[in-house]
């Protein structure tokens, strides 16, 4: 079973159509709740004409062209589908994937690695519709993830959404820098981030490249380096604001995030982890209208990945509905037992005890900002160790409602905040005539608890209506 539907992938069959609207004929769903944010239609019809929605709302709102394809759902709920508005194509969702992080080349050839990946970034988009996500922001790879026509020919139903910020520019360490040896430009994940005249030069080179945004990396400077980076990080924003391009930073220290809002950032593309915001930062982040994206188990997943091969036991898969492909699952079943020189048990352990205390800050200030009035956008990380591309959302949108959102408000952030971080809010994330038709079917209702987000049983791209058992790559037991 598991080997046939491989095989089947692998000639690069799609999966199962179940209805496909056309310019010439319509689908229509009828009878299920559909969830649009923070209201909701019992009953619901939703017409889809081309890849679009042509009409939603109660039964009577929309009459049925004659030769539609209609599709019953009663007693099912349909949201927008799902949007990860942090993912790194150019990332496995293992170690192998983030030689910075555990640099092993003997056990993790990278170079290898990345090949891989960047010949085959269909492998993350089909995780990707299988858990019902249509939707992502690559917020960091190489050249390829904004180059290759994965990001730049993305109206496939077969495909989710791409939006794509290419290599990073930063300060940290020289040998974060390059990856593949001392390698053609293409082939950098990190860009310097020196001086005035090199900052300018790596954001025209983004644009050249066709980068939609620039993605700083901006650690906690040394105190006696930090007016010069500081000063670098505002001419970035400057430079970013001249070509039309979004700024968007990692910055996770209350301090270094304020500074990238002064300088201009539109998105910080993770939570502050270090203290408590205070109001100068709410106020610095609304006054910018940015997004908050809190990734909150992006840092956990790396510390079970750690213990892992610390320990060589296996961390356990989150995959309700066999999403991860067995090559990763091999990967984290099997891990390696790595030296301690690279990585003690002790330090492995602390690493997981540490956890709670820092998801509880995040989850602290991730309401401080919901209650600010802040924009805040679902988001996994996704290609970390254990953060794996697709499922890794489910457990996400639960740690958001752990944190004291309500489950109305954490759909909102996955769908239609999504879109927003993406610069893409007129075009997809909202169930509304006029928009792209990307939606996903549920058994369980997620005003409940935006735990029933697994209960997906079909997906819509542009459209394409597809079963989710038909959009599996590994057998559910
Ligand atoms: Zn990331």
Request: glycine share 8%.
């Given at each position: 079973?598991?080997?046939?539907?491989?095989?089947?992938?692998?000639?690069?069959?799609?999966?199962?159509?179940?209805?496909?609207s056309?310019?010439?004929?319509?689908?229509?769903?009828?009878?299920?709740t559909?969830i649009?944010?923070d209201?909701?239609?019992?009953?619901?019809?939703?017409?889809?004409?081309?890849?679009r929605?042509?009409?939603?709302?109660e039964?009577?709102a929309?009459?049925?062209?004659e030769?539609?394809?209609?599709i019953?759902l009663?007693?099912?709920?349909?949201?927008?589908?799902?949007?990860?508005?942090h993912?790194?194509?150019?990332?496995?969702?293992?170690?192998?994937?983030?030689?910075?992080?555990?640099?092993?080349?003997?056990?993790?050839?990278?170079?290898?690695?990345?090949a891989?990946l960047?010949?085959?970034p269909?492998r993350?988009?089909?995780?990707?519709?299988?858990?019902?996500i249509?939707?992502?922001?690559?917020?960091?790879?190489?050249?390829?993830?904004?180059?290759?026509d994965h990001?730049?020919?993305?109206?496939?139903?077969?495909?989710?959404?791409?939006?794509?910020?290419?290599?990073?520019?930063?300060?940290?360490?020289?040998?974060?820098?390059?990856?593949?040896?001392e390698?053609?430009?293409?082939?950098?994940?990190?860009l310097?981030?020196?001086?005035?005249?090199?900052?300018?030069?790596?954001v025209?080179?983004?644009?050249?490249?066709g980068a939609?945004?620039?993605?700083?990396?901006?650690?906690a400077?040394?105190?006696?380096?930090?007016?010069r980076?500081?000063?670098?990080?505002?001419?970035?924003?400057?430079?970013?604001?001249?070509?039309?391009?979004?700024?968007?930073?990692?910055?996770?220290?209350?301090?270094?995030a304020?500074?990238?809002?002064?300088?201009?950032?539109?998105?910080l593309?993770?939570?502050v982890?270090?203290?408590p915001?205070?109001?100068?930062?709410?106020?610095?982040?609304?006054?910018?209208?940015?997004?908050?994206?809190?990734?909150?188990q992006?840092?956990?997943?790396w510390?079970?990945?750690?213990a892992?091969?610390?320990?060589?036991?296996?961390?356990?898969?989150?995959?309700?509905?066999?999403?991860?492909?067995?090559?990763?699952?091999?990967?984290?079943?099997?891990?390696?037992?790595?030296?301690?020189?690279l990585?003690?048990?002790?330090?492995?352990?602390?690493?997981?005890?540490?956890?709670?205390?820092?998801?509880?800050?995040?989850?602290?200030?991730?309401?401080a900002v919901?209650?600010?009035?802040?924009?805040?956008?679902t988001?996994?990380?996704?290609?970390?160790?254990?953060?794996?591309?697709?499922?890794?959302?489910?457990?996400?949108?639960?740690?958001?409602?752990?944190?004291?959102?309500?489950?109305?408000?954490v759909?909102e952030?996955?769908?239609?905040g999504g879109?927003?971080?993406m610069g893409?809010?007129?075009?997809?994330?909202?169930?509304?005539?006029?928009?792209v038709?990307?939606?996903?079917?549920?058994?369980?209702?997620?005003?409940?608890?935006v735990?029933?987000?697994?209960?997906?049983?079909?997906?819509?791209?542009?459209?394409?209506?597809?079963?989710?058992?038909?959009?599996?790559?590994?057998?559910?037991?």
């Amino acid at each position: 079973m598991k080997r046939s539907l491989l095989a089947v992938l692998a000639l690069g069959i799609t999966p199962p159509v179940l209805a496909q609207s056309d310019a010439t004929d319509a689908v229509v769903l009828t009878g299920a709740t559909v969830i649009n944010g923070d209201y909701w239609i019992e009953s619901a019809s939703i017409i889809v004409r081309d890849g679009r929605i042509e009409c939603v709302g109660e039964p009577e709102a929309c009459s049925f062209p004659e030769d539609a394809e209609i599709i019953d759902l009663d007693g099912h709920y349909i949201t927008p589908g799902l949007v990860d508005a942090h993912v790194h194509f150019a990332q496995t969702g293992w170690l192998d994937g983030r030689p910075d992080g555990m640099q092993a080349p003997d056990v993790y050839p990278y170079p290898e690695t990345a090949a891989a990946l960047s010949a085959n970034p269909d492998r993350w988009h089909a995780a990707y519709l299988c858990t019902g996500i249509t939707a992502v922001y690559d917020v960091g790879g190489q050249a390829w993830t904004v180059t290759s026509d994965h990001a730049t020919d993305t109206d496939r139903s077969d495909r989710a959404h791409v939006r794509a910020a290419g290599p990073l520019i930063t300060h940290a360490s020289a040998r974060n820098r390059f990856f593949l040896g001392e390698g053609a430009s293409d082939q950098l994940l990190f860009l310097p981030m020196e001086d005035v005249a090199g900052v300018r030069e790596q954001v025209r080179y983004l644009e050249s490249i066709g980068a939609q945004a620039v993605k700083v990396w901006y650690l906690a400077p040394r105190p006696d380096d930090r007016d010069r980076l500081d000063g670098l990080l505002m001419e970035i924003g400057a430079a970013a604001d001249a070509a039309g391009l979004t700024m968007i930073v990692h910055a996770t220290s209350l301090r270094e995030a304020k500074m990238a809002l002064r300088a201009g950032a539109a998105i910080l593309v993770h939570s502050v982890s270090d203290q408590p915001v205070d109001q100068e930062f709410l106020d610095l982040l609304t006054g910018n209208d940015a997004v908050y994206v809190p990734t909150l188990q992006a840092g956990p997943n790396w510390g079970r990945a750690l213990a892992s091969v610390a320990f060589a036991a296996s961390a356990l898969i989150d995959d309700p509905n066999g999403c991860v492909d067995e090559a990763i699952q091999a990967r984290i079943n099997a891990p390696e037992r790595m030296p301690s020189d690279l990585i003690s048990p002790a330090w492995a352990y602390r690493s997981l005890e540490g956890n709670g205390a820092e998801i509880a800050l995040m989850q602290q200030n991730l309401m401080a900002v919901f209650e600010a009035g802040g924009r805040i956008a679902t988001a996994t990380d996704a290609g970390n160790p254990m953060t794996l591309h697709g499922p890794s959302i489910y457990r996400e949108v639960e740690m958001m409602q752990t944190a004291g959102l309500s489950p109305q408000a954490v759909i909102e952030m996955s769908t239609r905040g999504g879109a927003v971080a993406m610069g893409a809010e007129d075009e997809f994330g909202q169930i509304e005539a006029g928009f792209v038709a990307d939606l996903i079917v549920l058994s369980e209702d997620p005003r409940e608890d935006v735990r029933n987000f697994r209960s997906l049983t079909h997906v819509m791209r542009a459209g394409v209506l597809r079963a989710q058992s038909g959009l599996r790559v590994t057998q559910v037991d």
